[in-house]
């Protein structure tokens, strides 16, 4: 009960404290690259299907840069087109997270990006044959070499080239970061509405900082139980915790337009249906019609400019690359 | 057995022939866009994971980009992880085919970009659905619009922007190309000898023009039996004709570096047993170890360009949008 407590604490004064305080959400600024060889080499690796069993499946499978950083699905399809636990989570703006994975599991993301690879119900590999598979090809070694210096291709390596890329993945210049730094034309009336409700509702005692989300963990279903056939006990499974149960990393709201279906279950595709679960059993409260229009007018405002990736072109394997295995057993 | 006769013939003369004639490989060109929008659609299309009844597989799932332009498995992974019937050929330089698919079913690469879409081994969809799908969003419909006219979206506007898109997929500048146009430097010593051996023992009879492969059918296993488990009958599943029999349009060697594993069984990863067994079956020959060292050398120096390719930004699913099934039934 404490989230409880701290909930309606907190949801009583929120209202006047933003009124006279800066505002919960920060714009996003554009990347500047500093290590573009790094960065490079990590989106190979992003888009690199033979760090998979079958050969088949790559990061950018599951968290599709062409889709919002996600795969659109409830829940991802991995090796052998099994069925995934959770609801992948978005790429973009995922640096801006406290951790990684729903329970926050991985502290960053270096350490989220070795996860997939050797799940047995994702990429299906070992991280010994991902190092296997990467050193393996002439074009590899080289880049390795002047990113990292000689024989440095081991999982640390290739988890750190992936992580920088994906700390490229940002999405500045939304109309809501325009409005924020002064442009007042940049969002709809609606939108302005929808803001005001968020704050002074209570949405934003979670959905804060640069990516309106990932700054805190929070219990789902604090007020009245979140309904879900999803089994996934959130940061119980990290700390052990009874009192863990159900809490997840509160997900970025950053390019939610394009982040469907929502929630770690993955078991609901339209906004304003989001918006009057989150209202009803995060905050005991219920939206009108028209409150929750104005809020998915402000949600919509929080797509950014995606960003402009040319797909790399990846090296041939050679004969001593592991061979994919799609199919054997 | 008239094919044996004609390639005995035809192998008598050629080196004579060629030494005196235009060379049989033709270079290929940069593509010059002159219809950018729907070229930009036709790109959107071919990443576009939700024509496919899983919305996970588009035609990049397959005719993969990053890895010239196929999936680098011997036959490809479909729907629910079916097992394919046939390696995936590549998209790249395609357009110079005298037919698209193995057998040559569809005339052109309109006609080929349908079949997948709707063959339930694939991406298991139905063209109505599909025309569903991309005609619930508003910016494919303003892109058709722009494009085609006003309420044009159905099946054949949208295979004729995805073949729009493919017709770009051409790769020039490869090292054979610029020894074609007088850079005696482009290639090597043993790359040259490979390229008078390609030319003078038989293999350029059917592997020519610009695309190295792609103007003829040919049967597998002309001299000697090409011995497979895969049961795909070639030219006879669109002819009827027993003649036909693992007759199958002769596959571009363009890029042959980076399309592996090899014939359309997929059952070769070498291009030095490609070759050998090639020599074999197809010429009734025995390379030595250096003639297949020097035609595995100029077969190296067919990799061109690999277009360039700027990931599209895919838009958002509306309430209109048929929902992806991945797992149900």
């Not at 929120?14 to 006279?20: D, L, P, R, T």
């Not at 959770?86 to 997270?97: E, G, K, Y």
């Not at 070795?114 to 074009?139: Q, R």
């Not at 499974?237 to 009874?242: L, N, Y």
Request: aromatic share 8%; proline share 7%; glycine share 8%.
């Amino acid at each position: 009960m404490k989230y409880q407590a701290l909930m309606l604490a907190l949801s009583a004064t929120i209202g006047s404290h933003w009124a006279n305080a800066a505002e919960p959400i920060e714009t996003i600024q554009p990347i500047k690259i500093t290590e573009p060889e790094k960065v490079e080499l990590g989106k190979m690796l992003y888009f690199e299907p033979r760090l998979s069993k079958s050969g088949f499946i790559s990061c950018n499978s599951c968290h599709n840069l062409s889709t919002g950083g996600v795969d659109a699905l409830p829940t991802s399809i991995g090796d052998r087109w099994q069925q995934g636990p959770i609801n992948a989570p978005t790429v973009l703006n995922a640096d801006f997270m406290l951790a990684q994975f729903w329970d926050g599991r991985a502290k960053d993301l270096q350490e989220q990006a070795g996860g997939p690879i050797a799940n047995p119900k994702e990429m299906g590999f070992t991280h010994e044959l991902a190092v296997t598979t990467v050193a393996s090809m002439p074009a590899y070694r080289e880049r390795f070499a002047k990113v990292y210096g000689a024989d440095k291709i081991d999982i640390n390596t290739i988890t750190d080239a992936i992580a920088a890329f994906e700390k490229t993945l940002v999405t500045p210049n939304s109309p809501f970061d325009k409005y924020l730094t002064g442009d007042q034309q940049a969002i709809s009336a609606d939108a302005k509405a929808g803001y005001e409700i968020f704050k002074s509702r209570g949405c934003a005692v979670c959905h804060n900082g640069p990516a309106v989300g990932g700054t805190m963990y929070m219990k789902m279903g604090l007020i009245k139980p979140f309904h879900t056939n999803n089994p996934a006990e959130g940061r119980k499974a990290v700390t052990g915790k009874e009192a863990d149960k159900m809490v997840f990393k509160v997900p970025t709201l950053r390019n939610i337009e394009l982040t469907y279906p929502y929630f770690h279950d993955g078991s609901v595709w339209s906004l304003a249906e989001a918006v009057n679960t989150m209202s009803d059993v995060q905050l005991g409260q219920k939206f009108s019609t028209e409150e929750t229009a104005q809020v998915v007018a402000f949600l919509k405002t929080l797509t950014g400019d995606q960003p402009q990736i040319v797909l790399p072109i990846l090296p041939p394997s050679t004969a001593e690359t592991p061979k994919p295995q799609p199919f054997a057993q």
